[in-house]
């Protein structure tokens, strides 16, 4: 099934660079080449998505959190007391 495609000159002149040097046939191959980067691309992303939701439910069924209030007071002391010490 034949489909027309409109080029930016930016990209008519580097898929005829893509062609002329070697690295493709024809205009047809630089397209899938393209169309399949994209593909990867949109795969990789929904399965870093996927990740991530798994580890926010991970998280969120993981109990109740600490207050970080604390923590970051007790480093802030260590900080001062190891930076006055120096």
């Known amino acids: 099934m034949p489909t027309s ?19 493709f046939n ?3 191959e630089v397209v899938r080449a393209g169309l399949r980067l994209l593909e990867d691309q949109e795969e990789l992303k ?7 939701r798994s580890a926010i439910e991970a998280g969120a069924s993981s109990g109740v959190g600490v ?8 480093l802030g002391r ?9």
Do not use: C, I, M, W
């Not at 495609?5 to 690295?23: C, D, Y």
């Not at 929904?46 to 991530?52: A, F, G």
């Not at 207050?67 to 007790?74: C, K, M, Q, S, T």
């Not at 900080?79 to 120096?86: E, L, N, Q, V």
């Open 26 to 28: 024809n205009v047809s």
């Open 78 to 86: 260590k900080y001062r007391a190891d930076t006055d010490a120096a």
């Open 67 to 74: 207050d970080a209030g604390p923590v970051f007071e007790r």
């Open 5 to 23: 495609v409109a080029l930016s000159p930016h990209f008519e002149s580097f898929v005829k660079q893509q062609v002329t040097a070697g690295r």
């Open 46 to 52: 929904s399965l870093k998505l996927q990740e991530l």
